[in-house]
């Protein structure tokens, strides 16, 4: 049986990546390789490139060599976050990180894919949200429309296809519900039974 995917017929006119074609222009050959180099010794600097270039970054946010933003002017960072060495956003639709989120070594954020059903594989892209108190561990992708939810951890090398909730940990491929997470000190509030521990989920 021969295959009826016919990758000629791809057309990509539609999408609308947010700026003009001189603008991505000088972001691929200027900007991000100041943003990618190890050259470049202050994070600050990082953070004034990706404003400079249309992202909304908030205070105290640290951005490590290698980091590879596909369009910034689709990137939004809350305060006092860390993003690792050789993350890649990948953010063909918008990336919304909150307050005090890390995204650890080549975590990988990626919101575009194809959709299967079409013979000529049209792009299908959706946001990625990743809420306060998160940690996207290294290695780890996160698929197009996941929203890791506010605390959750999707730890190293997992791939999360489906959304987590909120103080979550999930592992593996695809990554799954393993345990929540509990902070050390951190009073039980009975009206928020999701940061309890629990042998049984629902």
């Given at each position: 049986?021969?295959?009826?995917?016919?990758?000629?017929l791809?057309?990509?006119?539609?999408?609308?990546p947010?700026?003009?074609g001189?603008?991505?222009?000088?972001w691929?050959f200027?900007?991000?390789?100041?943003?990618?180099?190890?050259l470049?010794?202050?994070?600050?600097?990082?953070?004034k490139?990706l404003r400079?270039?249309?992202?909304?970054v908030?205070r105290g946010?640290?951005?490590k060599?290698?980091?590879?933003?596909k369009?910034?002017?689709?990137?939004?960072?809350g305060?006092?976050?860390?993003?690792?060495?050789?993350c890649?956003?990948?953010?063909?639709?918008?990336?919304?990180i909150?307050?005090?989120?890390?995204?650890?070594q080549?975590?990988?954020?990626?919101?575009?894919?194809?959709?299967?059903?079409?013979?000529?594989?049209?792009?299908?892209?959706r946001?990625?949200?990743?809420?306060?108190g998160a940690?996207?561990?290294?290695k780890?992708?996160v698929?197009?429309?996941?929203?890791?939810r506010e605390g959750?951890?999707?730890?190293a090398?997992?791939?999360?296809?489906?959304?987590?909730l909120a103080?979550?940990?999930?592992?593996?491929?695809p990554?799954?519900?393993t345990r929540?997470?509990?902070l050390?000190?951190?009073?039980?509030?009975?009206?928020?039974?999701?940061?309890?521990?629990?042998?049984?989920?629902?």
């Amino acid at each position: 049986m021969t295959s009826r995917v016919d990758l000629s017929l791809f057309n990509n006119d539609a999408y609308r990546p947010g700026r003009s074609g001189l603008w991505q222009a000088v972001w691929f050959f200027l900007g991000l390789p100041v943003l990618r180099s190890a050259l470049v010794p202050f994070s600050g600097l990082r953070v004034k490139l990706l404003r400079l270039f249309g992202a909304r970054v908030g205070r105290g946010v640290v951005v490590k060599p290698g980091v590879r933003v596909k369009y910034p002017w689709r990137l939004t960072i809350g305060d006092h976050c860390w993003i690792g060495e050789d993350c890649w956003i990948d953010n063909v639709a918008d990336v919304r990180i909150g307050t005090s989120v890390c995204l650890s070594q080549a975590s990988y954020l990626c919101t575009g894919n194809h959709d299967w059903t079409d013979p000529a594989f049209a792009l299908a892209a959706r946001e990625i949200v990743v809420e306060d108190g998160a940690w996207i561990g290294a290695k780890a992708v996160v698929c197009p429309g996941v929203i890791v939810r506010e605390g959750a951890i999707v730890v190293a090398g997992a791939v999360a296809a489906r959304s987590v909730l909120a103080w979550e940990i999930h592992a593996g491929n695809p990554a799954k519900f393993t345990r929540y997470r509990r902070l050390r000190g951190a009073a039980v509030n009975q009206d928020e039974p999701v940061c309890v521990l629990s042998s049984v989920r629902k």
